[in-house]
Nanobody, 124 residues
Framework: QVQLVESGGGLVQAGGSLRLSCAASGRTAETYTMAWFRQAPGKEREFVAGISRSGGSTRFADSVKGRFTISRDNAKNTVYLQMNSLKPDDTAAYLC?????????????????WGQGTQVTVSS
């Protein structure tokens, strides 16, 4: 399986931007569809965005559409989540996940590898 390490989280004011990175090692990232999930204290883990292993398909949660973009650089084995116009409701731990199939799915049970997460805090 692939190992995943997230980075790029931090504290930002509402309306600001952050770019998260997910670096993959072990097996090459190009064989995996990648996704970002987030989990706030006391809440369930929720799908944020995903990109197919070919990069040809992306999917976003309604709550982040138009504000977040996802991209991948398979040469660097890295997936990025660009987050703009951040809101306090975006505050959560953001986790990267991988599944060895082409389709982006929103259920976390279909992902086989997970990173440890990076904290994003948006102040009002």
């Amino acid at each position: 399986q692939v190992q995943l390490v997230e980075s790029g989280g931090g504290l930002v004011q509402a309306g600001g931007s952050l770019r998260l990175s997910c670096a993959a090692s072990g097996r090459t990232a190009e064989t995996y569809t990648m996704a970002w999930f987030r989990q706030a204290p006391g809440k369930e883990r929720e799908f944020v965005a995903g990109i197919s292993r070919s990069g040809g398909s992306t999917r976003f949660a309604d709550s982040v559409k138009g504000r977040f973009t996802i991209s991948r650089d398979n040469a660097k084995n890295t997936v990025y989540l660009q987050m703009n116009s951040l809101k306090p409701d975006d505050t959560a731990a953001y986790l990267c996940a991988a599944r060895p199939y082409e389709t982006v799915v929103t259920s976390n049970g279909f992902y086989v590898s997970w990173g440890q997460g990076t904290q994003v805090t948006v102040s009002s």
